[in-house]
């Protein structure tokens, strides 16, 4: 009997603490001042055993990117560089890196240093290979791209798929994809990911995704089992009206847009706006998704076999998503994870409950899974923790930052098993 109630309380604690558990503090000696915009100025990748971090400083008016590459286990910092910033709207989006070479991606633009030689700036204005995320898709090559949907009067609309080349310092392979559900594209979504020679780009709303190989070919469209048959049956009608819809409109507008050159657009205003294509009509499409529909919010590597990819569901809002560990090679569901904490709770009763992984962040500040462990950064000390309120655990906080600074902490974690 009393065997029986210990293995209850055991499944209870586990139902009740979540997926995952802070085994490690990492202390870095990275300290952020009050010249860092946190919203905007910090960005980081893991890779590999190492953590890549930047952030923006400003000395005498004149704005600077600083570099930094640490060691994930012990937080050390072994590598650094301070860099004049391109120009003041540079916001980095995404990080590519490895032990040769690292990438800071922007809107359009890059940075971009090979070992022992200089940083080099390049952008891409006329949007006609746009990008402002990346992966590293092979030794030699990073995928850099996006899924958006520019007027017709700026340019294309779809997944924006470009090749750099590490070695010709420049990209060499671009094409646009057509995109079934890119009217969704501001979404905070998350719906590529690369690695091995491959590139995934999956369907929020079909429980699909299509692989590209590293010369932009499709050469395969797998059906995933991510969502449910139920979530799928509901959802490809919304696809399908998502689709015709915006593809009509746009068919229409092109035809429009054509007629005139480029630098005379603007003189066509009213005879170019289109209630379909602005964003007030895509948020309001998106905010209806978001409540009632579930839907596939994200992809990511997960190791080197399996990529993660988070389900969206109504009941959940920010709180909780589904982590469904699919294994590409074997085309199977390897595992999943139901109600992961994303959010931070209400009311603060252990380490979890504040410093959440949250698996509905940028990619320049996403979670990092590596050796059956996860690992994430935060700008909060741990040594101030304390229980409570969230409103008390944030305001103890506060206090600490007002004194200190922002403290960099690497934080690690053990996954439970589902």
């Not at 952020?32 to 930047?54: M, R, W």
């Not at 909780?320 to 699919?326: A, P, T």
Request: net charge positive.
């Amino acid at each position: 009997m009393v065997r029986v109630l210990f293995i209850l309380l055991l499944l209870c604690q586990s139902l009740c603490y979540g997926q995952y558990t802070v085994t490690e503090e990492i202390k870095t000696a990275l300290v952020l001042n009050s010249t860092t915009d946190i919203d905007k100025g910090v960005a980081y990748k893991f890779v590999e055993d190492k953590l890549v971090f930047f952030f923006d400083i400003v000395k005498n008016d004149t704005s600077y990117i600083v570099y930094n590459k640490l060691e994930l286990a012990t937080g050390r910092t072994i590598e650094q560089d301070t860099l004049l910033k391109p120009n003041k709207n540079f916001t980095i989006y995404d990080i590519v890196a490895t032990e040769h070479f690292w990438m800071a991606i922007s809107s359009g633009s890059y940075i971009y240093k090979k070992k022992g030689e200089t940083a080099t700036f390049n952008s891409y204005p006329d949007f006609s290979k746009y990008f402002k995320k990346g992966y590293l898709l092979n030794k030699n090559e990073v995928i850099l791209y996006s899924i958006y949907d520019f007027h017709p009067a700026d340019g294309k609309a779809g997944v924006f798929l470009n090749v750099f080349d590490i070695n010709a310092g420049g990209i060499t392979k671009s094409v646009v994809e057509h995109y079934a559900p890119v009217i969704l594209s501001p979404m905070n979504n998350g719906w590529l990911t690369a690695g091995d020679n491959n590139i995934y780009v999956f369907s929020p709303l079909n429980d699909t995704v299509q692989v590209y190989n590293e010369n932009l070919k499709l050469k395969a469209k797998k059906k995933l089992a991510a969502l449910g048959p139920d979530d799928v049956n509901k959802n490809l009608a919304l696809e399908k009206m998502l689709d015709s819809t915006y593809s009509a409109e746009r068919k229409r507008m092109d035809a429009i847009v054509s007629k005139y050159p480029k630098d005379s657009l603007r003189y066509h205003v009213n005879e170019i706006q289109s209630d379909v294509l602005e964003k007030p009509y895509s948020w309001s499409l998106m905010q209806k998704v978001r409540k009632e529909y579930a839907f596939i919010e994200k992809a990511f590597i997960y190791d080197q076999q399996c990529i993660g990819i988070t389900i969206s569901r109504p009941e959940y809002k920010d709180n909780y998503r589904d982590v469904v560990i699919y294994d590409m090679k074997k085309d199977k569901v390897k595992k999943v994870f139901t109600k992961w904490q994303c959010k931070t709770d209400s009311v603060i009763k252990r380490k979890e409950d504040f410093y959440t992984i949250n698996l509905q962040r940028f990619e320049k500040r996403y979670p990092y899974f590596y050796k059956d462990k996860a690992y994430a950064v935060t700008l909060y000390d741990p040594q101030y923790f304390t229980t409570g309120t969230e409103e008390m655990v944030q305001e103890k906080f506060q206090k600490s930052i007002l004194k200190q600074g922002y403290l960099i902490y690497i934080l690690m974690y053990d996954i439970v098993k589902p």
